[in-house]
DNA sequence: TTCAAAAGGTTACTATATGTAACTTAGTGT
DNA sequence: ACACTAAGTTACATATAGTAACCTTTTGAA
């Protein structure tokens, strides 16, 4: 029932960062190498969900995973080349919710 | 449990594009009007999710929902202003994809 | 030496979202 | 009256996300 007439790569790309979390965590990393824990409670993601989607993002080499054998160990994840080029995409969305979204409180345009 | 420090209007605008088949039926929008059984085959989403999303984003003021009394009735859905400033949004996704996955039977960079 | 604390998870369980397929409604043509 | 088409809707099954409690390792205090 499916025969979808959509380029593949875009479709991959759609799946990646519409898979929820994705995006945000992403952009969280922009700011520069983060800790679990830190991106945990910027974003506000259960830690169930935000293991998964490092790990699959991980995967999908968007970001990169560090150890550091500090105590109690800090685990340090960043963006690789392929995160870091998301950077545009997500300037695109900021600009586009600057312009078409209004108060601070729900309401839009 | 939940302190996000991310400006809303920005997370508002990655929830709407995060919600899944949303990018796919913007994107499929900007090829022209549609009508819903033509989005459906293109993106292969079930009806009852298709319907759910068109809903949604005609509350938001993405897409326009017009009834053309032919027989049967059709319905034609297409983009406003504010859908088809969404366009550089996924340009800056496509091109992301074409660059960044390779082959088409699944397997990337 | 035993306790508590902190980082980064994992587990079991619940709630929400999505998928499937059958059904509905309204107008036409046969 | 009957079948056909478009655009949905409904009931039910599965998948994905959320919550809170628990695990592991290392350190430092009691």
Redesign the interface.
Known sequence: ??????????????SL????????VI??LLDGPQRFSEIQ????ISGKVLSDRLKDLEH??VIARKVIPETPVVIEYSLTE?GL??K??LK???D??????NS?N?A??
């Open positions: 029932m499916k025969q979808p007439t959509i380029c593949p790569k875009f479709e991959k790309a759609i960062l519409s898979q929820r979390w994705n995006a945000l952009y969280q409670s910027s974003i506000g999908q080499e392929k080029s998301l545009p995409v695109e969305i900021e586009w919710s600057q312009f078409w979204f601070e729900g839009d345009a």
